[in-house]
């Protein structure tokens, strides 16, 4: 059963950082595009950050551009979103995705995505 778990979440001072995990089993999901979404109350999914299969590829919203950086680890199934000098407007519910289609293009809306996980909580206090 394919399956991607989010972990890393939680309650950070503005300014802080944290490290979000995508734990990805049950599919080859070393050969799929990634991607982060992120939402907030009362509002959409949003595109956060993605990767192609190999890591090469890499493709970070402007709304966290020189923030946040995304990699991943193939060989342990691993896919990261690394998030440096958060700002309250950062605070959403955090959603691991997986591209099946072409794993060298990173679809920045939701509907380009197959897989989804259950999303872990950052919340940036002022």
């Known amino acids: 059963q394919a399956q991607l778990v989010e972990s890393g979440g939680g309650l950070v001072q503005s300014g802080g950082s944290l490290i979000l995990s995508c734990a990805t089993s049950?599919?080859?999901?070393?050969?799929?595009?990634m991607g982060w979404f992120r939402q907030a109350p009362g509002k959409g999914r949003q595109f956060v950050a993605g990767l192609s299969w190999s890591g090469a590829i890499t493709n970070v919203a402007d709304a966290v551009k020189g923030r946040f950086t995304v990699s991943r680890d193939n060989d342990k199934n691993a896919v990261y979103l690394h998030m440096i000098s958060l700002r309250p407007e950062d605070t959403a519910v955090y959603y691991c995705?997986?591209?099946?289609?072409?794993?060298?293009?990173?679809?920045?809306?939701?509907?380009?995505?197959?897989?989804w996980g259950q999303g872990t909580q950052v919340t940036v206090s002022s």
């Open positions: 049950g599919r080859s999901f070393s050969n799929y595009a």
């Open positions: 995705a997986a591209a099946s289609r072409n794993r060298n293009s990173i679809p920045k809306i939701s509907e380009g995505y197959d897989y």
